[in-house]
């Protein structure tokens, strides 16, 4: 069974540019999150989607954005990077929120 | 608010036993789970705890204790590739969707 894929697993952009990370959940898993992971903050939830709607949001600013498609498959955005922005995104896919969370590799943000 | 504490490092030596700590505040509770990272790695399952008690996953070995708040991950037997970062984590009472996370322990084996 193929795991959680992330692509890109490394990007570099400037300030000011907008992103698109992709995430392809486990197979049969319909429930997605993704997490931000940086050395000062640690693993941070941005939100979470389950059959195409947003469950949950953390606190990140609106330059934020996801979005699921209806093959689970998910996107998220951030416009307008800052140099804070950096960090590793990681995605991670269960098949609903009471079972374990399983996450990608990730993708190696870096704003410069 | 939820909040989790935990030793930033721990060194052991191979073969030996050690011991993680986790102590959380939170406004609901749901579950207790340890994942284990690699530098470069993605995030992996290794137990969750919902009731007090010991659960055993091999070499790995987790409690909880919800009248402490308070749990621990024990690793047994260690092995140089049990050099990593693990953490602790548990779920919004709410939504059970979103995990909130320790700041992580990095556990170096040494011969």
């Known amino acids: 069974k193929a795991g959680v894929t992330q692509t890109p697993r490394y990007l570099i952009k400037t300030r000011g540019q907008q992103v698109t990370l992709s995430c392809s959940p486990i197979?049969?898993?319909?429930?997605v999150s993704w997490y931000q992971q940086t050395p000062g903050q640690g693993l941070q939830f941005l939100f979470e989607y389950f059959s195409e709607t947003q469950r949950n949001k953390g606190n990140f600013p609106g330059r934020f954005s996801g979005r699921q498609f209806s093959n689970s498959r998910s996107e998220m955005n951030v416009s307008t990077l800052e140099l804070g922005d950096s960090a590793l995104y990681l995605c991670?896919?269960?098949?609903?929120?009471?079972?374990?969370?399983?996450f990608g590799q990730g993708t190696r943000l870096t704003v410069v | 608010g939820q909040s989790l504490e935990q030793p930033s490092e721990v060194t052991a030596v191979e073969g030996a036993i050690v011991q993680i700590n986790c102590t959380y505040q939170?406004?609901?509770?749901?579950?207790l789970s340890w994942y284990q990272q690699h530098d470069g790695g993605a995030p992996t399952f290794l137990s969750y705890n919902a009731l007090d008690g010991l659960e055993e996953t091999g070499r790995f070995s987790s409690f909880l204790s919800r009248s402490d708040s308070y749990g621990y991950l024990l690793l047994q037997e260690l092995q140089m590739k049990d050099s990593a970062s693990y953490f602790c984590?548990?779920?919004?009472?709410?939504?059970?969707?979103?995990?909130?996370f320790g700041t992580g322990t990095r556990l170096q084996v040494t011969l």
């Open positions: 984590a548990v779920r919004d009472p709410g939504t059970a969707s979103k995990l909130t």
């Open positions: 197979s049969g898993h319909r429930s």
């Open positions: 991670a896919s269960r098949t609903d929120i009471y079972t374990e969370a399983f």
């Open positions: 939170t406004s609901g509770f749901y579950g």
